[in-house]
T-cell receptor, first 114, second 115 residues
Framework: NAGVTQTPKFQVLKTGQSMTLQCAQDMNHEYMSWYRQDPGMGLRLIHYSVGAGITDQGEVPNGYNVSRSTTEDFPLRLLSAAPSQTSVYFC?????????????FGPGTRLTVL | GENVEQHPSTLSVQEGDSAVIKCTYSDSASNYFPWYKQELGKRPQLIIDIRSNVGEKKDQRIAVTLNKTAKHFSLHITETQPEDSAVYFCAAGGVAGGGADGLTFGKGTHLIIQP
């Protein structure tokens, strides 16, 4: 089991560029989510999915899109990158809802927007 | 939605002493309270969790207590060791409807173990 994997590990973008952060899990987890982590701010939920074909917004969804075409993959798209999106992004998954089941985090993607 | 406050933001203790980190939450509907440890440059990892039907849970040197009436929960680490140095996050979840689903995290406590 690879667990939760994320690519790339590091990325530098210019303002206005778009990109997709990849997340995959091989644990057959139904629930997947994306968080961003900023210094002194903890982890804030961006988007989440309770299963293939179902996504919903979290606390800070603006500027990000997600889709869930398969159980395994949950990509996060930045449509037009802004310096305010400089952050460390973590993908997480759990067998069911994270308030009932342990959430497993990926290794993170460190994104810098210039 | 849920709001989680965590204190202190930085905690320095001597090796072998105990450390206590405290969190408060706002929504009485929350019923799941995990604690995560994050070492520098690494991913958060669950170290212990507690559900609202119990008041205390222990796992070796780590314990968590929950006071639902006061809406606060605490992490206790005894006999601290250098490898306990990390950032610790509390979280609260289980809110049905209203605000974002999933977990709401505190802002973290940087625990420093002094040799």
């Amino acid at each position: 089991n690879a667990g939760v994997t994320q690519t790339p590990k590091f990325q530098v973008l210019k303002t206005g560029q778009s990109m997709t952060l990849q997340c995959a899990q091989d644990m057959n987890h139904e629930y997947m989510s994306w968080y961003r982590q900023d210094p002194g701010m903890g982890l804030r939920l961006i988007h989440y999915s309770v299963g293939a074909g179902i996504t919903d917004q979290g606390e800070v969804p603006n500027g990000y899109n997600v889709s869930r075409s398969t159980t395994e993959d949950f990509p996060l798209r930045l449509l037009s990158a802004a310096p305010s999106q400089t952050s460390v992004y973590f993908c997480a998954s759990s067998y069911g809802r994270p308030e009932v089941n342990e959430q497993f985090f990926g290794p993170g993607t460190r994104l810098t927007v210039l | 939605g849920e709001n989680v406050e965590q204190h202190p933001s930085t905690l320095s203790v001597q090796e072998g002493d105990s450390a206590v980190i405290k969190c408060t939450y706002s929504d009485s509907a929350s019923n799941y309270f995990p604690w995560y440890k994050q070492e520098l440059g690494k991913r958060p990892q669950l170290i212990i969790d507690i559900r609202s039907n119990v008041g205390e849970k222990k796992d070796q040197r780590i314990a968590v207590t929950l006071n639902k009436t006061a809406k606060h929960f605490s992490l206790h680490i005894t006999e601290t060791q250098p490898e306990d140095s990390a950032v610790y996050f509390c979280a609260a979840g289980g809110v049905a409807g209203g605000g974002a689903d999933g977990l709401t995290f505190g802002k973290g406590t940087h625990l420093i173990i002094q040799p």
